[in-house]
């Protein structure tokens, strides 16, 4: 069986969240940020990252739940990514990676 996962990447306000939004209602998607910057919880303003209300339609993962205090990479952010994609796809949802600084 394939499994598709889509990534869309480019530079902030070009219309990610909502196009993401849109593509995930269609196809029956999650949403997981793969900007290095909205992992951050301290962040949200700086970052651009969806507004609450945009985040309710469609589960959202990986946006600001590390502390600012602590040393996350790559390495840990393709763990918590590789987690949620597998997740998504024993609950047959399609993941969909947003973000303007690919991780």
Request: net charge positive; glycine share 10%.
């Amino acid at each position: 069986m394939i499994k598709d996962v889509f990534v869309i990447a480019g530079p902030t306000a070009t219309g990610k969240s909502k196009f993401s939004i849109d593509l995930a209602k269609k196809l029956g998607g999650i949403i997981i940020n793969s900007d290095s910057m909205q992992v951050y919880k301290n962040l949200r303003v700086l970052t651009a990252r969806p507004t609450i209300k945009e985040m309710s339609n469609i589960d959202h993962f990986l946006y600001g739940y590390v502390d600012g205090g602590v040393r996350y990479n790559v390495e840990k952010w393709c763990k918590d990514a590789s987690k949620t994609i597998e997740q998504s796809f024993e609950k047959n949802m399609t993941p969909i990676l947003v973000g303007g600084t690919g991780l």
